[in-house]
Structures are given as structure tokens and as C-alpha cells.
């Protein structure tokens, strides 16, 4: 793991200059014909790496998306086989991990009917597409060439199933310039790619005759381009060592590309990197960030983020593209030079967000485009935020609240402002998305961010928990996510003291700066913008106790509701949670449920006690200037 990011990152080393992502588990993926074609092994090993979790591996880490459904379930033995329903209409989308279970189930009932030979050519056709989409969507990195660099493993018995359920994303990689090494990132080769490509695989065992004229054609328009477009003359069938070698050579060009492309992806300075390495931290060190990315958090952790899960590769955002947006993004939020509402608060955000997505295994809920979609709107909830308040807008009259028609003024131009930068080319992320694609990406996007608006906080927080107390609750992902951002966006009294008074600080100075432009417009002042009259640590302590605590509490239970299903048969002490078994009934009949890690409990009662400390120790301040003046007047009078 370190040792590793010392190699890399040394000038010296022979292999500085790139370091990868390395694979979920290498074990599992040389036992990766075992899947599909052993007979039915014992029970899936238990994962050494965190079911759900980030799995640091080397210097890297890749985000890991599994269900605990299938978890220590053993295959199926042959007599089983017989019995699946081998009919490929319901089948679930092929990103999920459900999908990698049924594809390997699939691949087994299709052998044993080969063996038997009694396949249906289009069960056959079918089933096989099926997988191979399947696969697609599964990633491992390509280290091997990597000089030596490439990050091994380090929980060798890390689970196939996680494994499996994968997600394409590889993290911060390193590479070094003679003057200052800095880190690269590159992308990982498909699953199938690597497979295929190797000349033992198991293609070149395959005799030629076995594979049926159907599933050559099938093959070599799956795999190859060339055949797609040239017709074939119906009496010339594809060799299949033609069609096989064929296949090499496109993986053989794909790897060039990737190679090509992979220098374009963007530089991490090593502080960065390093400073990455905690990100799953609850209270991870923003400002430690920010500083080492010279005070572009915006920029680094974004392209962290949008990499690690994927997204880069699976909705194939141009790295240059991601980049300049990011940049943008981060002047965007520059531009009014805000204490608190800035780019820090951004990546702030952002990094909650991905804490709830990942360490509570949330992401396990949610499809690659709800998790882009979501990391988008923590990124940009705030975008050229002018340093105050919708109130300050409505009351004064500006252009934007005249635009927006007093409602969730900032809100609007948050979302707005960011979906008008995304249509500029340079700057559009999201090029390649479908137009459904995209659509539910922006409806989420806009759903979500609109919902930060803290007047709407009393109703979200009222609408959730009567939709939890029912029976049988259907949780919308939609409002879900908005609880889940809004909550992040107010988390800073829930991480560790330090950080919560420094945000603390920056927060009241850009209350008090609209207080001094409302004195000098002859406003009212805004509740806490007056700096001389104002209550910092009552007022602290009242947000927490009747904002920030039960915001967190309605989170965490809708979190639980939607994972419980997801995790159940998962019993573990993961990062992620755990399946506790409530008090009450018998064993036999009690409900078990699943409950996620909650580091900001610990942190919000010793926030609110040292809040209380302080506003013990400013009253008795203001009581003694209090007294002074008084004392002062009664020598005044008597003089
Ligand atoms: P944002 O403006 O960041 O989108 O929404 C969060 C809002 O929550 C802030 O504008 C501010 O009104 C409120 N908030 C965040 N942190 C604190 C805090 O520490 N104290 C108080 N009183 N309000 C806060
Ligand atoms: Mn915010």
C-alpha cells in the first residue's frame, strides 16, 4: 500500500512514472474461468475488503458496488441447473450486481446443456449476449505492463461476488516529471478485454466446430467492427480462429487508445494524492486539501470523485472535458470571494456526499447515472453563490430574485447557472449521454439542488418521515437524494470540532458582511448578520439541536429503510453497517435490521457541549460587562 505510493512517486524508481488502480482482487480474477465453468464450488469466501466499500489498494482505491444479497450463497449444483428458466426477457440491467450472478448461472446451465447437447442456438445466442454485456460492465485494471508498478492486491481473498459487482473506476495513479513527480490516472481494460486478449484464454481452446455459425457471426459483430460493415457473402462463414484473432486485434487497438488517451487524463500533485488518501474519512481534513491543491479542491476532489466511480468510463466524459468544468466550476464559485459559500464549501459538500454514498453503502441503491447525477449537484449546489442570502436578494430587490420570482432564488441560479456551463462544448460533460440520459440527469440534478433551500427543510424532513412510519415504505430516489445532499450540506457541525469552528467562523463573517451591506442599505438585519449583537455559540447549538441533529436522524433511517433490503443476509461489521437484531419478540421472530455507521453522532454531542461551555462562559461575560455599565452609570449619577 504506502511502500507502494513511495515507488511510484520516487524520481528514481525505474517505474515512476505510471501507477494504476490495481484489479478488485487478482486472485479472483485468475479464478475467473471458475465462475463460469468449474463445477459448483464451496461457499463464496467472505470478503477481506469492506462489502460495498472503497478498497484501498497500493496507493489507489477503487469504489467497489455490490449487493449482500448473494453473499455466501453457493452456486447451484447441476441437478439445479436443469431447472433455471433460461428465457432472457426479464433479466435485471446488466450494471448491477444481481446481473453478474445471473450471467454466471446463465454461462453454467448453458455448459451443462452443451455437454448434454440439447442448447436451443437461440437460448444459446441469447444467454451468451447477455453475459458479455455483463462483462462489459466489469472493469479490472491493466497493470501487468505497468514496470513493475502495478498495485498488487492486498486482500487476496477478497470476495468474486464483490469483485463481480465492481465498478469501472479507477483512482488517483501516479506518474513523475523529472522536476516534481506528479500522479496519473488511467483507465482499466474490460474484463473481457483482458481475457480475450490472452493467449490462453479460453477462446484458443475452443475447437473451431464447437461453435455453431450463429455464434460466430454473433461473436465477430460483437467483438470485431470490420464484419459489421462488410457484408459477408451468406455461403462465407467466419473462421473462428479468424473471428478470434480478430477480436485480439481490436482489444490490441483498444489498448493503444486507452494508452493515447490515458495521457490526456489530468496530473495529481502528490500532496493531493496524499492528502486523498483519507478521503473516507467522516472528517476528512477539506482545508488540508484545498491547500495542498494550491486552493482548487473543486477541481482535484471533483475529478476524484467522477473517476473513482466510474463515470469517467462509463458515460465517457472526455478527461479534458471534465477538467475544464471543474475549473470553471471552481471560478464560478471564486467569483463573489466568499468567507464560507466558495469552493471549499463545495468540495466540502462533495465529500460528504460521497462519505453517504460510500460508507454507508447507499451507492449499492442507486444506478451509475443517480450517482453521477448526484456528485454533479453536490458540486455545483452552490455555484456562483453570491455571499447572501435569498432573503437579501428578495428584500433588496435584485435581478436574480426578479428572474427567479423570490423562490429559491440562489437555488435557481445555482442549478441554471451549472446546466448553461455544461452546454458550452469544452465544458460538457455529459456529451455522451443518451437524451433519456440526460434528461434524468438533469431532472435529478435540479430536484436536488432546488431542495437546499433551507425553507423548504421543515416539509422535507416532515414528508420523509410520515413516508418512513408506513408499513411498507417506497422511498423516492429523487427525495432521497435531496435529504441526503441537503443533509450534507449542513453537516459542518457534525464533523470533528476543529473543522466545524472553522466553518463556524467563515460562515458568521459572510452573515455579518451582509449584515454591514443591510445596515448601509437601511435593511433590517437578517437574523445573525449583525456583528455586534449577535449569540454565535446559543445560536450554535440551537442549529444543531433543531436543524442539523434530526436532519441526520430522518437521513440515517431513510438510508436504513432502502439499504435494509439491499444488505439483508449480509451480517457483517463493515464500514458500511450492520444487521442488528432488535429487542422484543423471540429470536425466531425478531425483525432485523440494518443499521449504518453514524460518526457524526460522537461529533454533534461534543460540538454541543463545547458550544455550551462557550455560551456558559459568554454569559457570565456579558453579565460582568453588564454590571460594569451599570456600575459605571450608578458613578455617573452619583457624581
Ligand atoms: P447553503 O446556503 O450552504 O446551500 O445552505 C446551508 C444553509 O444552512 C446556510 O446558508 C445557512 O443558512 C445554514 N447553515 C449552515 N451552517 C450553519 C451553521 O453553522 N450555523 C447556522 N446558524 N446556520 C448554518
Ligand atoms: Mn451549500
Redesign the pocket.
Known amino acids: 500500500m504506502y511502500p507502494l505510493l513511495g515507488r511510484c512517486i520516487s524520481r528514481r524508481s525505474p517505474c515512476a512514472c505510471v501507477a494504476v488502480a490495481s484489479p478488485p482482487d487478482r486472485r479472483a480474477v485468475k479464478d475467473d474461468s471458475a465462475l463460469a465453468a468449474a463445477p459448483a464450488p464451496g461457499p463464496t469466501p467472505a470478503p477481506a475488503g469492506r462489502n460495498g466499500q472503497l478498497a484501498k489498494q497500493g496507493s489507489l482505491t477503487i469504489v467497489r458496488r455490490s449487493s449482500g444479497r448473494a453473499r455466501g450463497r453457493p452456486p447451484p449444483g447441476d441437478e439445479a441447473l436443469d431447472e433455471v428458466d433460461m428465457a432472457t426477457d426479464s433479466l435485471p440491467p446488466v450494471d448491477t450486481p444481481d446481473a453478474c450472478d445471473k450471467a454466471a448461472l446463465r454461462l453454467r446451465c448453458l455448459l451443462r446443456q452443451l455437454e448434454k447437447g440439447q442448447v436451443a442456438a437461440e437460448v444459446l445466442q441469447q444467454n451468451l449476449m447477455y453475459a458479455t454485456r455483463v462483462l462489459e460492465a466489469v472493469f479490472i485494471d491493466e497493470t501487468k505492463d505497468a514496470g513493475g508498478c502495478s498495485a498488487e492486491a492486498d486482500s487476496p481473498s477478497a470476495s468474486p461476488h464483490s469483485r463481480r459487482a465492481a465498478a469501472a473506476g479507477a483512482s488517483a495513479a501516479a506518474s513523475s516529471s523529472a522536476a516534481a513527480p506528479v500522479q496519473r490516472r488511467r483507465l482499466r481494460t474490460p474484463v473481457w478485454a483482458r481475457r480475450l486478449a490472452d493467449d490462453d484464454d479460453e477462446l484458443s481452446e475452443v475447437q473451431p466446430d464447437a461453435v455453431p455459425h450463429e455464434v460466430r457471426e454473433w461473436l465477430a459483430s460483437t467483438f470485431t467492427r470490420q464484419l459489421a460493415t462488410t457484408r459477408r457473402s451468406t455461403d462465407e462463414k467466419p473462421k473462428f480462429r479468424t473471428v478470434a484473432h480478430a477480436i485480439r486485434a481490436g482489444i490490441f487497438v483498444d489498448r493503444i487508445y486507452r494508452r493515447v488517451n490515458s495521457s490526456a487524463l489530468m496530473s495529481f500533485p502528490p500532496e493531493v494524492v496524499k492528502v486523498l488518501k483519507t478521503l473516507d474519512d467522516w472528517s476528512f481534513d477539506i482545508f488540508g486539501l484545498s491547500e495542498a491543491a494550491q486552493q482548487q479542491p473543486v477541481k482535484f476532489l471533483g475529478y476524484d470523485l467522477i473517476n473513482r466511480y466510474g463515470i469517467i468510463h462509463k458515460f465517457k466524459v472526455p478527461p479534458a472535458t471534465l477538467e475544464a468544468f471543474l475549473s470553471r466550476v471552481e471560478e464560478g464559485y471564486c467569483r463573489y470571494r466568499n468567507p ?2 466558495n469552493n471549499l ?1 463545495a468540495a466540502d ?1 462533495s465529500h460528504a456526499v460521497h462519505y453517504m454514498l460510500c460508507q454507508t453503502g447507499l451507492m449499492n441503491w442507486l444506478t451509475d447515472l443517480e450517482i453521477f447525477a448526484t456528485l454533479v449537484a453536490a458540486l455545483i ?2 455555484f456562483e ?1 453570491t455571499g447572501t ?1 435569498n432573503n437579501f436578494h428578495v428584500m433588496s430587490g435584485t435581478d436574480t430574485a426578479l428572474l427567479y420570482n423570490d423562490r429559491a432564488v ?2 435557481n441560479h445555482h442549478v441554471s447557472a451549472a446546466f448553461r456551463l455544461m452546454r458550452d462544448d469544452d465544458c460538457n460533460i455529459l456529451q455522451s449521454l443518451t437524451r433519456d440520459e440526460f434528461r434524468e440527469f438533469r431532472a435529478l440534478v435540479i430536484d436536488t439542488v432546488l431542495a ?3 425553507s423548504f427543510h421543515f416539509q422535507q424532513l416532515k414528508t420523509m418521515r410520515g413516508l418512513l412510519s408506513l408499513a411498507e415504505p417506497t422511498v423516492d430516489k429523487s427525495k432521497a437524494l435531496s435529504l441526503v445532499l441537503h443533509c450534507c ?2 453537516a ?2 457534525a464533523k470533528r470540532w476543529e473543522l ?1 469552528q472553522r ?2 467562523a467563515l ?2 463573517e459572510e452573515f455579518f458582511r451582509q449584515g454591514d451591506r443591510e445596515r448601509d442599505l437601511g435593511l433590517p438585519f437578517s437574523p ?1 448578520c449583525d456583528r455586534n449583537n449577535t449569540l454565535v455559540a446559543e ?2 447549538i ?2 444543531i439541536e433543531f ?2 441533529e434530526p436532519s441526520l436522524a430522518v437521513c440515517s433511517d431513510m438510508m436504513e429503510t432502502v439499504l435494509g433490503p439491499i444488505m439483508a443476509g449480509c451480517k457483517t461489521d463493515s464500514a458500511a453497517g450492520s444487521i442488528a437484531e432488535e429487542g422484543g419478540p423471540p429470536v425466531e421472530h425478531q425483525t432485523r435490521r440494518y443499521t449504518i455507521k453514524k460518526p457524526w453522532s460522537a461529533c454533534l454531542a461534543e460540538n454541543k457541549r463545547i458550544w455550551k461551555e462557550q455560551a456558559a462562559k459568554d454569559a457570565e461575560a456579558r453579565a460582568q460587562q453588564q454590571q460594569q455599565a451599570e456600575e459605571a452609570t450608578a458613578t455617573t449619577a452619583e457624581e
Open positions: 464560507y459559500h464549501h459538500v449546489h452552490d453563490h442570502t440562489l437555488e437546499t433551500d433551507m450540506d449542513i459542518h457541525p466545524h466553518w463556524t460562515l458568521l445573525l445560536s450554535q440551537g442549529f436543524i442539523v
